[in-house]
């Protein structure tokens, strides 16, 4: 199966959607961690929420979605670039227990936020932050689309054991009601009835037509999604060259060399002195930073 985002729209109106499914870039970002099933599905819907919030960037940069509390579920975070390429963490508390997987979403992250960060590689960030104060994820992210974007948004998401799905349906600026003043209304009502092995598993058209057989809909190009890390190890100099040469050489001194690991995807990079020195003589062949 290869991972897609697919746009739709429905005809004379300007209501859109997309669907998008996952099966290789879950693999791919599940397989480097030991997460708790509960942990791992939330994963999956957010990455597939990453997605299609990311799909729709019109410049070069990155969606980064993040939820973060002080509960057993420390962290989820997901970034998307305009290529589709997506890479994902969680964080869990020490002492985690299978008695957390029946929490709600709120009790497991505690006092929470989710943030949507925006990062163009030529311009400024944006973000946007709301509490999560809502039973899922999804309504979460359109209690964030009501807040910050004014515009009527729905999300529907599932994941199975190493899969993910999602759904998207907005109505953008210019809706006239008049044209058709029961459409978004209409729509919910039919993408309400979607069921998850049916978002999991159904080609597109044939989804689409199960759920708006009697609406006119126009499919739209597919477009692939995957796995990718963006660390390397001349990132990871750049982020120990602003620590300052005092700060490495008594790491060094402490432990030998310099170990970081990347918490997406668990690559190494090691430094020893040499490594170092030659950094601080500015030996750095790309700068950037370790997200």
Known sequence: MTDFIQRFHFSDSPVRGEVVQLADTLVAIVGRHTYPARVQALLGEAVAAAVLLASTLKFEGSLILQVRGDGPLETLMVECNNHLEVRAVAQVAEGWSDQFADMSLSALFGNGQLAITIDPEKGERYQGIVPLGESSLAACLEYYFTQSEQLPTRLWL?????????????????????????IWPRLQQLTDTVKADELLDLPVNELLYRLYHDEQVELHEVNDVCFRCNCSRERTESVLVSLGEAELNDILAEQGSIDITCQFCNQAYSFDAIDVAQMLRGGISEPGRLH
Not at 160 to 179: C, N
């Open 158 to 182: 599932v994941a199975g054991d190493d899969t993910a799905a999602g759904m998207l349906l907005q109505v953008l600026p210019g809706h006239d009601d008049s044209e058709d003043e029961d």
